[in-house]
Every structure is written in structure tokens, then in C-alpha cells.
């Protein structure tokens, strides 16, 4: 059965109680904060207490998430009169963000960056990051789309350019506030014309009613314009072109931490409220009748068109762009552009089978992405250097490091056996299935694609292993990383390898999470 609230006094109680994790990450931003006010913490290495709120945030939510599962899984609570919304699809992707919030957590321990003094204020900036990141996953009205990005985007620009005294940091910084405040400024100007016309920001309305003037008048260009600011808004977080320009730099000069956790976390937050709105704009909600459904496809083959072409040329272009670098945090940034424009393809069927493959890639590369990342920061605290050269020699030098980073490679080009190979093999199923069904040439092109696209990664992915393996090491002495960190690295390897056994499991939860999010038509 869901879980019983009814017992809570009041209607704000009730709504508080639901979003019980991120308060309790609010917590943990406070206690941080207060142990600021006393200068002899600034000795201790405060990251426990982030850590311990992240864990406990995602006991709670994995509970709540577990109710919708054993219970009624058509199950929704709309909280604050309809601001948010708490279903199946908010409590899964809530799990994947304290998760990689927490992961992320752990590395900056092991890799002691960032030091005792700043611990308290990095840490709080990455939770705030994280709360504003969870209520994107939550919005269903269309100011607290705006809030929730704006929350999740304001500690990100701060923690790009956390590192003081570092010049790259802090024009890494400088080009993150700027870019985003360009696209911030397009969502709200797509938000306000969008609530302006229709007089409503509440999702299922501003859906209700885009679906009537379609099926009346259809959309004129204005309402093309208005979609296409808040879709370019949201580009922006994905990473997706034409809105992937500041990734590169932004990842080559904040921390190998701080990248890590902006390639996951705010791609599952952005993937999740754009395929909640493009849900929305289809009429999959109980709020909208067969007749106005029936409408929504007017508007699909447009839709699909965008997302068709953004997808591929992301896809594309963050393979190809890969292959000339040499700094690795640039090499790592193209990757994920690369995997975002992966993760939006099912999107374009419109459908929630699309979108319940979007969610299951996204768990897999959570854990292998985050490895990564993980394994250039234990390199680069014991070489001090940031580029290929730097893993050089590693299967002679780390060799328990080294066939970790295979492993996890080899889960990002998607070979099996490993979880990476399922999480394509989902999107390739569900591109090459509704292009049969809805007989659509856009999604065989599509599905096209993204085979070309696992082929072209396996030329830049080769080359990284090909030097760890191959190249003759610039040192003879042995890359001594302390053990926990192989341990680390090995156990975020271990998911890739031994996460097929769980594949099944996970796919039914996807099918479950889109029936939650978006009920059946009557």
C-alpha cells in the first residue's frame, strides 16, 4: 500500500511530508552552515555530515518509491495546490540525484578536495545544487519549473569556479553564469508568454489548453516561438545542441568533483522535466479527454522532427568533437554530451515506453560516468596532471585501477556484456519498435544513428584504453593509489559489470514509473 499520511494535522504537513529527503538535505545544509560560525571545525573535514543527509535522504525516498511499487502504481499526490507533484517518476529519478550526489560526496573524501577549511561551504552549495535539482523532477507548475532550474543552476555556477586562485576555475565560472543566464532568460521569456496567452502555469491546464487552441485554430508562429524558448531552456541543462557550447570549458576548469556530478545529476533532472512536459503537450494526463488526444498529433511529427535532428547532431557531434582531445576533463565533457544526446532519443517517439528508456539508461550511466570521473581524480592527485598522457602506462603502473576503467569504458561504448550494453539495447528497442508501429522513417534515421554513434565512441574509448594498457609509462616507479580509492573505483565498476543480473527488475520498475507519471487514456 502507498504510504499513510493521513494522519498528519494539516495540508502543509502533509505536502512536507512527502518531500521529507529534501528537508532532510536542507538539514544538512544548515548544520554546515552553523559549523561555519566556529572557526576551529575549519580542522575537521566536514563531508560526514552532507554524506549522512544524502544516505538518509535516499532511505526515505527509496521507501517512498517503494510504496508506489508494492502499491497502487496509478497512485499521485499533487503538493502545495498543484506546484509540485509526487509519483513514481519524481520518487525514481529523486533516487538516481541523492545517489550521485552521494557518490559524489565520497570521491571529494578520498580525494580530499575540497580541503578541511572549505568542505562546509562546498558542500552546501552541492546540496543546494541537488534540492533545486529534485524539485525539477517535481514541477508541475510552470513558475517552479523556472525556480527549480534557477536553484539548481546558481550553486552549479559557483561550484565551477569553487577552487580559489585558479584561473581556469574561475573563467570556467564566468562562461557557466553567462551562458546560463542566456538561457535562463529564454526559458522565462518562453514561460511568460506561454502563462501570459493562456492565462494559467499550471502543466495540465497550460496542456489542456494548447490542445484545444490546436484542435480550433492550430498553433500560429508565436506559439512555435514560445515552445521553442522553454525547450532551448532546457537544452541548456542537457547539454544538448545547439546549447552544448559551454560544457567543454565549463568541465575543463571546474575540479574532475565538481564535473562529475554536473554530468550526471543535472542531466537526470533535465531529462526527467523534459520528458514530464513533452508528456504534458502529447495529452497523456487523465485531465485530458480522447477527442483533445487525438489533437495532441497534430503536433507530434513537429515535436519529433526537433528532438530527431537535436538528438542525432548531439550524438554526433559530442562523438566526433571527442576524438582530437587530449585534456581529460574536455575528453569527458564530449563524452557526455554524446550520452545526452543518447538519453533524449527515445523522447522522440513520444511515448511513455520513450521515456521509461530514457529513465532505465540513466541508472547504469549514473554509476559508470561518476567511475570515470572518479578514476581521474585519484590520477590526477598522484601525477598532478589532467590529460591522456597522465594514464599512460596504468595496467603496468595501477593494474586493479586499470581493469577498472575498462570495465567502465567499456560499459560507456555499450559492449556486453555489461549494464552499459542493456541500457543501449533499451533505446535501440524502443526507436526500432515504434518506428514499426507508428511507421515512421524519422525514427529508423534515428535508430540509424545511434548505431553509427556507438561505432564512431569505440575509436576515441579504444585510444584512452590503448594508452592505460599499451603505452610505455613516463615513470617506472608504481602508481601508488591508497586502497580505498581501487576499492572505489572498483565497487562503481562492479555495478557495470554485474548489473545486467538486475536488468530485468529495472525495466519492469521503468514501465511502472510511466504508468505513475502519466496514467492510460480512459
Known sequence: MPLQ????????????????????????????????????LDRWQLGFVPLLACFLALLVASLQWFSFLVGNTQAVEKLFSGQLVFDGLAAFSRMILYGAAGITILITLLTKIPD??????????????????????MAYHLLMVYLAVEMASVPSYVLAGFLKGKRQGSEAALKYVVYGGAASGLLLYGISLMAGRLGTGYLPDVSLSLLTILQADGLDMLWWLTLGFILLGLA?????????????????????????FLSVASKAAALVLTGRWLMMLMGQTTEVSIHLAAASQQLAPGLSFIIVVVAAVTCTWGNLAAYPQTELKRFWAYSTIAHAGLLVMPLATLTREGLAASLVYLVPYTFM???????????????????????????QRSRSLAISLAILVIGLIGLPPLAGFMAKYEVFAVLYQEAQQQKSLQLYFLLGVAVMN?????????????????????????????????????????????????????????SHIAVAAFQPLP
Not at 568542505?119 to 525539477?136: N, R, Y
Not at 570549458?249 to 568533483?257: K, S
Open 236 to 260: 541548456f541543462k542537457l547539454s544538448l545542441v545547439p546549447m552544448h557550447f559551454w560544457c567543454p570549458d565549463v568541465f575543463a576548469g571546474a575540479t574532475a568533483e565538481v564535473g562529475g
Open 454 to 510: 556507438t561505432l564512431l565512441s569505440l575509436g576515441y574509448y579504444g585510444r584512452l584504453l590503448k594508452v592505460a594498457w599499451f603505452e610505455v609509462p613516463s615513470s617506472d616507479f608504481p602508481m601508488i593509489i591508497p586502497f580505498r580509492q581501487k576499492l572505489f573505483a572498483a565497487l562503481l565498476a562492479g555495478f557495470a559489470a554485474l548489473g545486467n543480473a538486475f536488468w530485468d527488475a529495472l525495466t519492469i520498475w521503468g
Open 5 to 40: 499520511l493521513d494522519f498528519l494535522a494539516t495540508p502543509l504537513l502533509h505536502d512536507l511530508a512527502w518531500l521529507a529527503p529534501e528537508l532532510l538535505l536542507v538539514l544538512g545544509m544548515a548544520v554546515l552552515l552553523i559549523a561555519r560560525l566556529f572557526p576551529s
Open 116 to 137: 578541511r577549511e572549505d568542505s562546509a561551504d562546498f558542500h552546501v552549495l552541492l546540496l543546494g545544487a541537488t534540492v533545486g535539482m529534485a524539485l525539477m523532477t
Open 369 to 395: 560516468n561518476l567511475g570515470v570521473f572518479a578514476i581521474v581524480c585519484f590520477v590526477r592527485n598522484f601525477t598532478h596532471r589532467e590529460t591522456i598522457e597522465a594514464f599512460a602506462g596504468l595496467g
